[in-house]
């Protein structure tokens, strides 16, 4: 018996996040759509619905958190990726279990599109202009799906017929960024910055994929106070993220994800771990300043051919590692993989580098 305490994790990939809890010293039970080798190392106890992993939103969770609740007494739950466009869902699973984050009706507001362009407008940041009907020069426009993640539901407004809860977004073209910040209850922290990048394929060309950091950002003055002012209006609590475009003149805020994120594998560290700080925010503890962070990079490695899972012994810089034999299609995500550098820059070129050599065995069958 170690003693420790438990969380339970809900994510669409909960490897980081189980990762991350057992680094802030947390026991962990999980509750995932991929059962990767790696995030099952770390979990006291998983439950994989496979039928999850485009999210939560037609996924009956009840039943299982309140099995592993029973077995293993968790003392809240901690979630991740997967119900952005349904808080509803997560509601109804905080009901078995003290919820270790972002309120549903928090997450609700910060994906809410109008509510969240009015408080961007309210706390003076720069936020590209929204429209719920389709504009008259589509060519400027994106379409946008409401509650989607990740950037695969981006698209340009010529090349998709909009559907009842897409909306459309102004065109801002620039360099993505994203602070990594935590929220307490009166103040907000920022971690670091990243650099991200996407992978584009023909249905998905803003799909994300992968980021490094910590870099320099030249934010303008007042930029800090004004995500407090914006945060403080949504109501969020703990870890979080602000995406932004930076065109050379300003910073345009795109989106909060209200949750810890994939900049997890870049920012975490046994030093000062981020579970922790999320926890404590949401305890109602304030939030000390950060430590540095060495430079380090994460891709997510997107199968180019229908593959399956190789046998063999992986590197140690992959991770979400699936088991031997599971099949992969073409476009569906197969493994992260993860690098170090004396630069933000020089981990993401390692990075590059890496993802190249597991393309390389998924078409030729070995390590």
Not at 41 to 60: I, L, P, T, Y
Not at 116 to 129: L, N, S, Y
Not at 223 to 228: F, G, H, Q, S, T
Request: one cysteine or more.
């Amino acid at each position: 018996m170690t003693g420790r305490q438990v969380l339970l994790l809900v994510a669409v990939s909960a490897r980081a996040l189980a990762e991350a809890a057992r680094r802030a010293g947390y026991e962990v039970v999980a509750i995932d759509a991929f059962g990767d080798q790696d995030a099952r190392s770390v979990c006291k106890a998983m439950e994989v619905m496979e039928n999850a992993m485009g999210g939560f939103a037609e996924v009956e969770l009840a039943p299982t958190v309140a099995r592993l609740t029973d077995a293993h007494a968790p003392t809240g739950l901690v979630f991740g990726s997967g119900f952005d466009d349904c808080p509803m869902a997560l509601a109804e699973i905080a009901r078995a279990l003290p919820l270790l984050g972002a309120s549903p009706e928090a997450l609700a507001r910060a994906k809410d599109p109008v509510f969240f362009a009015r408080c961007c407008e309210a706390a003076g940041i720069a936020h590209p202009a929204i429209r719920l009907s389709a504009p008259e020069t589509p060519s400027q426009w994106l379409l946008k799906l409401r509650g989607g993640s990740g950037g695969g539901h981006v698209a340009p407004a010529m090349t998709r017929t909009p559907g009842p809860a897409d909306y459309w977004q102004r065109r801002v073209e620039g360099r993505a960024v994203s602070l990594l910040f935590v929220r307490d209850a009166v103040a907000l922290t920022p971690i670091a910055w990243s650099e991200q990048w996407a992978a584009p394929c023909a249905a998905a060309p803003f799909r994300y994929g992968g980021a490094a950091g910590p870099i320099e950002i030249a934010a303008p003055a007042g930029l800090l106070a004004a995500l407090a002012h914006l945060t403080g209006a949504l109501g969020l609590r703990g870890l979080a993220s602000a995406d932004f475009l930076e065109d050379g003149e300003r910073l345009w805020l795109l989106e909060i994800n209200p949750r810890p994120g994939a900049t997890l594998d870049v920012f975490d560290d046994d030093e000062d771990p981020l579970l922790a700080r999320h926890i404590d925010a949401v305890a109602g503890r304030r939030s000390g300043p950060p430590k540095p962070r060495s430079p380090r990079a994460a891709e997510i490695v997107y199968a180019e051919i229908d593959a399956t899972a190789p046998q063999g012994d992986w590197p140690h810089w992959a991770a979400d590692r699936p088991q031997p034999g599971t099949p992969v299609r073409a476009g569906a995500p197969f493994c992260t993989v993860l690098a170090a550098g004396a630069s933000p820059a020089a981990a993401k070129s390692q990075a590059k580098e890496r993802s190249g050599r597991i393309q390389t065995w998924l078409r030729e069958g070995r390590p």
